[in-house]
């Protein structure tokens, strides 16, 4: 349950709570907000507490009883929008950010120049994979340790933040050591024992839905998290299973302004990985601006036919830059910034 103190509740009222709470074996959460001081009650004993026991108690406005299963990542617990920091970069905030880069690291020439194109037309920060999560073992599975050092070369060059994959509890130090954002891929999103490591961590996690999971399900994942104390976390939309083959997943992007409502985490959306065509990329990146997501992440390669994963899904430089001006207009209808082709903020 949550308990909402009055806005004048003192120092006092608000520790008599968490003692009586402590008493009754809850696990206690503080979330002090800019109005009023909010106490999330975790596990615990409801029959030697009473909610109306509580209620009585100097400074309580309301008891809150929550029924979703997660408490940390609700809007009930933290009524104001967590900003997540990338870098310098602001998540969550009123700038839409965008994220862009090649599916995987190749070479030097392949990320240096994708790098240097998407930060010219407006990038804030650049993804890549090192580690690749593929369905195929046969696949190409990335440079692995020489891809983070491709990475940190292009971050050196252009200033971007970097956002990288880590597969694995085994290499998430070496990842960590490297990344700015850490990226749980749709294929570890309950991986429970490597969310709890990352929870450990201060860097800030790219959560990615499930190929098949549910609000619920991915809430939780990000519950596991933020448990072990690691609020940094961006959701991200990448579709889901549905009967239809026609894209390569199903844009579910309804989740945005859902998931808006019930946490209080930013939402970016992979207009990529959900549809798996380069010519639908734009369109759905418009209508995620539109549905009010945070940011977008999005394939970007100098040359897609060539491209060693997911070249299908890539725009050119040229067709990434287009889509960042038709971007602003949709941005500028949400009231939001965006950084515009010298790096610059603006409407
Ligand atoms: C990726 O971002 O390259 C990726 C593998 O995404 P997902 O985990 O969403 O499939
Ligand atoms: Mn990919």
């Known amino acids: 349950m949550v308990i909402v103190?009055?806005?004048?509740?003192?120092?006092?009222?608000?520790?008599?709570?968490?003692?009586?709470?402590?008493?009754?074996g809850f696990g206690v959460h503080l979330s002090e907000g800019t109005e009023r001081t909010i106490i999330g009650a975790l596990g615990g004993n409801r029959e030697a507490l009473a909610q109306q026991a509580l209620e009585a108690l100097a400074g309580v406005e309301r008891v809150v009883p929550v029924l979703h299963p997660y408490k940390l990542v609700?809007?009930?617990?933290?009524?104001?929008?967590?900003?997540?920091?990338?870098?310098?970069?602001?998540?969550g905030g009123p700038e839409?950010?965008?994220?862009?880069?090649?599916?995987?690291?190749?070479?030097?020439?392949?990320?240096?120049?994708?790098?240097?194109?998407?930060?010219?037309?407006?990038?804030?920060i650049l993804r890549g994979g090192a580690f690749k999560p593929r369905s195929s073992?046969?696949?190409?599975?990335?440079?692995?340790?020489?891809?983070?050092?491709l990475l940190a070369l292009a971050r050196a060059e252009t200033g971007l933040p970097i956002v990288t994959e880590v597969l694995d509890v085994r290499t998430l130090e070496t990842v960590a050591a490297q990344a700015d954002m850490i990226q749980i891929g749709a294929r570890n999103m309950q991986n429970f024992?490597?969310?709890?490591?990352?929870?450990?961590?201060?860097?800030?996690?790219?959560?990615?839905?499930?190929?098949?999971?549910?609000?619920?399900?991915?809430?939780?994942?990000?519950?596991?998290?933020?448990?072990?104390?690691?609020?940094?976390?961006?959701?991200?939309?990448?579709?889901?299973?549905?009967?239809?083959?026609?894209?390569?997943?199903?844009?579910?992007?309804?989740?945005?302004?859902?998931?808006?409502?019930?946490?209080?985490?930013?939402?970016?959306?992979?207009?990529?990985?959900?549809?798996?065509?380069?010519?639908?990329?734009?369109?759905?990146?418009?209508?995620?601006?539109?549905?009010?997501?945070?940011?977008?992440?999005i394939e970007v390669h100098p040359d897609p036919t060539a491209a060693l994963s997911d070249g299908p899904q890539?725009?050119?430089?040229e067709r990434f830059q287009g889509l960042m001006l038709k971007l602003r207009p949709v941005v500028a209808a949400m009231e939001r910034s965006i950084a515009g082709a010298e790096g610059e903020s603006g409407r």
């Open 96 to 124: 839409v950010v965008v994220i862009a880069g090649p599916c995987a690291v190749e070479s030097e020439e392949q990320i240096l120049a994708t790098a240097r194109a998407v930060k010219a037309a407006g990038a804030r």
């Open 193 to 297: 024992e490597l969310l709890r490591e990352v929870g450990l961590l201060k860097l800030p996690v790219l959560l990615k839905r499930g190929l098949s999971a549910t609000i619920e399900e991915w809430l939780l994942a990000a519950e596991y998290i933020m448990r072990e104390g690691n609020s940094q976390i961006v959701l991200c939309e990448r579709g889901i299973r549905s009967f239809d083959t026609a894209t390569r997943n199903t844009l579910d992007l309804a989740a945005v302004p859902l998931l808006h409502r019930l946490s209080h985490l930013p939402v970016i959306v992979d207009p990529s990985h959900a549809t798996g065509k380069w010519r639908l990329v734009a369109p759905m990146s418009l209508a995620a601006v539109a549905a009010g997501a945070d940011g977008l992440i």
């Open 314 to 317: 890539s725009l050119t430089p």
């Open 5 to 24: 103190m009055q806005a004048d509740a003192t120092q006092k009222d608000i520790e008599q709570v968490i003692s009586r709470l402590k008493e009754a």
């Open 74 to 91: 609700s809007r009930e617990l933290k009524p104001e929008p967590t900003v997540v920091k990338v870098g310098g970069v602001a998540i």
């Open 137 to 149: 073992p046969y696949s190409f599975q990335g440079l692995g340790e020489e891809g983070l050092r």
